[in-house]
């Protein structure tokens, strides 16, 4: 399979315990987006990484979430001392961005759910 | 910051029928709107996307079209079939200012045979 894989596919946690997720992106791809989405929600922008370099952050995320791409491949996203508002569908997407291009079509993983307790 | 307004949130149409979902959007500087479609505990996939230099797009069934004066874009599906059946996410974002997308609310397509 060549698209976008994430792992674990569901977690369930207690509140307080700290959970982490990774996102394997599409192989050439350079960007990686991180978003969570809530039921009858669309998916809401959490971050994004060029290559390694995290670009951008959303105003809206708390300080529990972080998020790495070591090296500019797969990423980590981190959730520490869960709450129960943290349940969600955290999904993965990558793109291809080429200089001077247009940004490429987002290719969405099949996302890790969060539960809770 | 970018918000986006996707109507309306359920769709029930029959099969053969035709099926319209309206999106606006707030920033003006938005330039690139695709639609999404996701079946239910499946991923996001995109069906259609539209560049602020064009006004309409198609493929096969499925037709966008954008009003950048108006700040909304819309999709339409022609000759519904039940497997159109999902939530549809309009999105929209701004290119040179890293791509993410920001999403409408979903509308939840049904189509009855």
């Known amino acids: 399979d060549t698209g976008v894989s994430q792992n674990p596919r569901h977690k369930i946690t207690k509140r307080g315990q700290n959970v982490t997720f990774r996102c394997d992106p599409i192989?050439?791809?350079?960007?990686l987006y991180w978003y969570r989405q809530t039921l009858g929600q669309g998916p809401e922008f959490l971050t994004y990484?060029?290559?390694?370099?995290?670009?951008?952050k959303s105003r809206l995320l708390s300080d529990r979430f972080s998020a790495e791409r070591p090296k500019g491949s797969f990423s980590t996203l981190e959730i520490q001392r869960t709450e129960q508002g943290d349940s969600a569908m955290y999904l993965c997407a990558s793109s291809l961005r080429r200089t001077g291009k247009s940004e490429g079509e987002q290719f969405f993983g099949p996302g890790t759910r969060l539960t809770v307790l | 910051g970018e918000n986006v307004e996707q109507h309306p949130s359920t769709l029930s149409v029959q099969e053969g029928d035709s099926a319209v979902i309206k999106c606006t959007y707030s920033d003006s500087a938005s330039n690139y709107f695709p639609w999404y479609k996701q079946e239910l505990g499946k991923r996001p996939q995109l069906i259609i996307d539209?560049?602020?230099?064009?006004g309409e797009k198609k493929d096969q069934r499925i037709a966008v079209t954008l009003n950048k004066t108006a700040k909304h874009f819309s999709l339409h599906i022609t000759e519904t079939q039940p497997e159109d059946s999902a939530v549809y996410f309009c999105a929209a974002s701004i290119n040179n200012q890293g791509g993410k997308l920001i999403f409408g609310q979903g509308t939840e397509l049904s189509v009855k045979p």
């Open positions: 990484f060029q290559n390694e370099a995290q670009l951008e």
């Open positions: 192989s050439e791809h350079n960007r």
């Open positions: 539209i560049r602020s230099n064009v």
